[in-house]
């Protein structure tokens, strides 16, 4: 059974760590007192914790981002992590859809594998920044210089490597998106298909 603030043991070691006078009887009064907001609120330390291990905090912007991965397994990975940091993600396994749908969305990041069937990513890229440039990540199992400096030389803003780590992924969509980081000025309007 867990233990309780009154239980006369909690609240000692409380003193002890704190160096503040805190009787039983006080920390009881404390215990179901919404309007106590200090350092031993329970409630307050459960949020820090959950902050402190990790627990992910929502984008301040929603974002909408295209993914093409012909490899259905990599594309749901890549939408669950970028789904569940609240980006708004349009997925496509196949490299013509997405193309179809790009003029009729908003799109603000796309990423893109590299070696798909019908068309590759670089080839989604030249005709993704003919209509409207934005940044874009490329993702590829095949980890050549060549291939890197190809999508770097094209202008992506990463090439990650699969399996793609969710922390580095979430890192690079989040330097995307910092201000300043891409310049608006370097876009391309809109156009129609």
């Given at each position: 059974m867990p233990?309780?603030?009154?239980?006369g043991k909690l609240p000692r070691r409380v003193m002890e760590l704190s160096a503040l006078p805190i009787s039983n009887e006080r920390s009881r009064e404390m215990e179901g007192?919404?309007?106590f907001s200090g350092p031993f609120c329970r409630e307050d330390n459960q949020k820090e914790n959950s902050q402190r291990?990790?627990?992910?905090?929502k984008p301040s912007k929603q974002h909408t981002i295209l993914v093409v991965d012909d490899d259905i397994r990599s594309l749901e990975t890549l939408a669950e992590i970028l789904s569940k940091e609240g980006h708004n993600i349009k997925a496509f396994h196949n490299a013509l859809?997405?193309?179809?749908?790009?003029?009729k969305e908003n799109f603000e990041l796309s990423i893109l594998d590299i070696h798909m069937p019908e068309m590759?990513?670089?080839?989604?890229f030249q005709r993704l920044s003919e209509l409207h440039r934005i940044p874009?990540?490329?993702v590829t199992g095949d980890q050549s210089k060549e291939i890197k400096l190809k999508a770097l030389d094209l202008g992506a803003f990463s090439v990650?490597?699969?399996p793609v780590s969710p922390k580095l992924l979430r890192y690079t969509v989040q330097k995307i998106f910092e201000p300043g980081s891409f310049s608006s000025s370097s876009s391309i309007p809109r156009q129609e298909m």
């Open positions: 233990k309780k603030w009154g239980d007192n919404p309007a291990d990790g627990e992910k905090m859809e997405a193309l179809e749908i790009f003029p590759d990513g670089f080839q989604v874009c990540i490329f990650l490597y699969k």
